[in-house]
């Protein structure tokens, strides 16, 4: 069955660095998305992306992060410079309708 | 994702037994809901969703009933199963975004 897939599972940083979370999307699916979740509560959404472009995003998604598609197959969610309160699992979803949307397993993202 | 026991609602039911999981939501012009099952460090798991001009859907061993009257969503699964004790949210999304807002989430333990 196909599935979103993300690399790492789990990232530590010193927090002032930079970090690319990695997913890639199940294939032909063209809506992109990235969420956290901070440990304990509920999901929130960063940024969708469709078409090259972001398409909406949430005030979370401030000048420190960024999204990229470089190839026809991976998605990116960059960190400029990382904060301790980025603490979160980062989940990667697609969807082929832009309606429901699959999720990776996440990134345990920890800034130390 | 993990959401280790701070705050969640909690249902407990017996193996067997049917369970009902309640979500709320507040935005009148969402019109598209999922339900997602999250287990210890996973990922949301699509399980079944509902569009606003229905207020039932069935699926294996889940329903989903809409009250838009009262901005009500619930999920009832049939003969509930060790392996169906996970962290269930609710996610709404309206006509015009294209992100998910996600519950608190309901945290399902099921009793041998």
């Known amino acids: 069955e196909p599935e979103v897939t993300q690399t790492p599972s789990h990232q530590v940083t010193q927090m002032g660095q930079e970090v690319i979370l990695r997913c890639v999307p199940i294939s032909n699916h063209l809506y992109f998305y990235w969420y956290r979740q901070i440990l304990g509560q509920k999901v929130e959404f960063l940024v969708s992306?469709?078409?090259?472009?972001?398409?909406?995003k949430s005030e979370i998604f401030d000048d420190q992060f960024s999204v990229e598609r470089p190839d026809g197959s991976n998605f990116t969610l960059k960190i400029r410079s990382t904060k301790l309160e980025d603490s979160a699992m980062y989940f990667c979803a697609s969807s082929g309708t832009g309606i429901e949307a699959f999720f990776g397993q996440g990134t345990r993202l920890t800034v130390v | 994702g993990e959401n280790v026991g701070l705050h969640l609602p909690t249902l407990s039911v017996q193996e067997g037994d049917n369970s009902i999981i309640n979500c709320a939501y507040s935005n009148s012009a969402s019109d598209y809901f999922i339900w997602y099952k999250q287990e210890s460090g996973k990922g949301p798991q699509f399980i079944i969703d509902i569009r606003s001009n229905m207020d039932k859907r069935q699926g294996q061993r889940v329903t989903v009933l809409l009250n838009k009257t009262v901005k009500h969503l619930s999920l009832q699964i049939a003969a509930t199963q060790p392996g169906d004790s996970a962290v269930y949210f609710c996610a709404e999304r309206d006509g015009y975004g294209q992100n998910f807002v996600f519950g608190p989430g309901t945290r399902l333990s099921v009793l041998p």
């Open positions: 992306f469709y078409n090259n472009e972001i398409s909406e």
